[in-house]
């Protein structure tokens, strides 16, 4: 039984996630990228709020780049975080064992984050999700979120899911486990198009809503409150 939603255990996430989500190094060198920008507007820390943190990798990360900043990290999972805890050991760090539907932070953050974290809602749980990730920002602050996506037809779609089986077998994947992978989508993990993406951004309040990065499988969107 595992103990979070992604494809891994929380002990052995960090040494699979690489073999199973093509860029996935490429979504925090993103965030980390937009985050540099608003530090470097700001003086003293900016406040950070990553919800679905898992174990901390883009906390680790960011910390290394960027000198100031005061991180909260949710996770529903125990587990993940954790490991978290661990890897972000003697830090100053808040945790926070929440999903992000349940947050309740207000106006307190100058960047949130959700990376992979929300493809298992359902579509009602999900806008309620963002929904509190805008209420959790300050006024100009910053949301920047990386997901898996669905394409625009189900013929494109199923291309595209084709070409992510391609990536589990050359990660060395065999032919069942392939399946078993491509057998989460829409069962385990709900994801949405670009424009389902652009709209419940839209609808959540941000005044800016933007692509910030896409590939065949997940897009990143930036929006600003
Ligand atoms: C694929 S991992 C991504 C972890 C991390 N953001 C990263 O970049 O490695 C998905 C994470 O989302 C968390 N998660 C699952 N349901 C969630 C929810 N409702 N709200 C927030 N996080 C959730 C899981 O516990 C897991 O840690």
């Given at each position: 039984m595992k103990d979070n939603k992604s494809s891994y255990n929380?002990?052995?996430?960090?040494?699979?996630?690489?073999?199973?989500?093509?860029?996935?190094?490429?979504?925090?060198?993103?965030?980390?990228?937009?985050?540099?920008?608003i530090s470097s507007d700001k003086e003293g820390s900016i406040k950070w709020l990553d919800t679905g943190c898992g174990t901390g990798t883009l906390a680790l990360r960011a910390l290394g780049e960027?000198?100031?900043?005061?991180?909260?990290?949710?996770d529903p999972?125990?587990?993940?975080?954790?490991?978290?805890?661990?890897?972000?050991?003697?830090k100053n760090i808040s945790f926070n064992n929440v999903t992000s539907d349940a947050l309740t932070y207000e106006?307190?953050?100058?960047?949130?984050?959700a990376i992979q974290s929300h493809h298992y809602y359902d579509i009602e749980t999900r806008d309620i999700a963002v929904k509190k990730c805008y209420r959790a920002l300050k006024n100009d602050g910053i949301f920047v979120t990386f997901e898996n996506i669905r394409m625009s037809t189900e013929e494109s779609d199923a291309i595209?899911?084709?070409?992510?089986?391609?990536?589990?077998?050359?990660?060395?994947?065999?032919?069942?486990?392939v399946k078993a992978h491509q057998a989460r989508r829409g069962v385990e993990m709900f994801p949405i198009t670009i424009e389902q993406h652009l709209e419940m951004l839209k609808n959540a309040g941000f005044k800016s809503v933007d692509i910030l990065w896409v590939s065949y499988m997940q897009a990143g969107f930036w929006a600003i409150k």
């Open positions: 929380s002990s052995i996430y960090d040494e699979n996630i690489t073999n199973v989500l093509p860029y996935y190094t490429e979504y925090h060198a993103q965030v980390i990228d937009v985050a540099k920008m960027i000198p100031d900043i005061a991180f909260t990290l949710c999972s125990e587990g993940m975080l954790e490991v978290a805890k661990e890897k972000l050991g003697g106006n307190e953050f100058d960047i949130v984050t595209a899911l084709n070409r992510w089986g391609q990536f589990l077998s050359n990660h060395g994947w065999t032919p069942e486990e």
